[in-house]
């Protein structure tokens, strides 16, 4: 189609179009979300636990590894959250972990959102037989334990951020897939997606501009879930000794403390409930911001 043909056929059908632009998530985020009192706790959690995860080794006032107080002592002025059974400050070692532990979630959801939404959105738009491809290979992974996967790459390539990262992120993008692709069904014979197509557009182009935005909400409460289970998935991992030797995480702080819970509280409880905080502000915003969604 010549530009100026398209240029004229677009000024037509203009008014079937309709993307969400980022204005319209601005005030989705300020007016909807945030007026949310879930929105607003689960924003404040998520901002705290970022804050600590990216500064918090200068706001540690300890080296985590480095011996500090006594054996198994109590919080004190010194030690807010006591110490371990080497004595190294648990506080430091919490501030530490937060990053560990969301660069774990993170680069899972990342590989995640880019494995499920790709499959997702041309599983969808396309169907035939390339819908049929996609969807049995997204069976395929569906099956899998990851959490036994993992055990097992772990046990075969030894302990490492980032074969946990790659072995949880490849195969939690299933769900994500099968959402995104039902998304993409529901709204790809409506006006604005036939006027594109009537305009001459590519489908990676239609796919990209008009079908993505529409479908993003619902992936944004997607992953805000899959970002709680996988913090509690690396947690069970480290608490089991299969995390990282050389670094700190929640779950192997959890994993030490498993053999002084009489004597020593605190080894279990602060990273419990850092792990706790982290997934109930992440699991408040998705949901405040399905909500907002649920009442346009």
């Known amino acids: 189609m010549p530009p100026s043909t398209r240029a004229s056929a677009f000024a037509e059908l203009a008014p079937f179009i309709e ?5 319209r998530w601005r005030r989705l985020l ?5 007026r949310r009192l ?12 970022c804050a600590v995860a990216l500064f918090g080794p200068l706001l540690a006032p300890h080296d985590p590894f480095a011996i500090t107080g006594g054996s198994l002592g109590p919080p004190s002025a010194g030690h807010p959250m006591g110490t371990d059974a080497l004595g190294r400050d648990v506080f430091s070692a919490v501030l530490y972990g937060a990053r560990t532990s969301l660069l ?19 599983a969808g738009y396309y169907g035939g037989w390339i819908d049929n491809a996609l969807m049995r290979a997204t069976e395929l992974f569906q099956v899998i334990p990851r959490f036994f996967l993992a055990i097992i790459a772990i046990a075969l390539f030894g302990p490492g951020l980032d074969r946990m990262v790659l072995t949880l992120g490849l195969t939690s993008w299933p769900v994500l897939a099968r959402l995104v692709r039902g998304e993409v069904i529901a ?5 604005f997606v036939r006027a594109a197509e009537a305009m001459g557009l590519p489908g ?4 990209r501009r008009h079908l993505l935005p529409h479908v993003m909400p619902s992936i944004v409460v997607a992953l805000g879930l899959l970002y709680g289970q996988v913090l509690l998935l690396e947690a069970t991992l480290g608490f089991l000794g299969l995390g990282d030797p050389g670094t700190i995480s929640w779950g ?19 990273p419990g ?20 969604r649920a009442v346009q």
């Open 19 to 23: 993307v969400p632009s980022p204005a």
């Open 30 to 34: 300020r007016r909807d979300v945030l």
């Open 38 to 49: 879930s929105g607003r706790a689960g924003l404040t959690c998520a901002a705290v636990v």
């Open 104 to 122: 774990v979630a993170t680069g899972v959801s990342v590989i995640a959102l880019a494995c499920g939404t790709t499959v997702g959105m041309l």
């Open 187 to 191: 709204v790809r014979d409506l006006d």
């Open 204 to 207: 990676s182009l239609i796919v």
């Open 252 to 270: 192997m702080m959890a994993a030490q403390a498993q053999g002084f819970l009489r004597v020593a509280w605190w080894l279990a409880l602060f």
């Open 273 to 292: 409930l850092a792990i706790t905080l982290t997934v109930l502000g992440v699991n408040l915003l998705a949901d405040a911001f399905s909500s907002a």
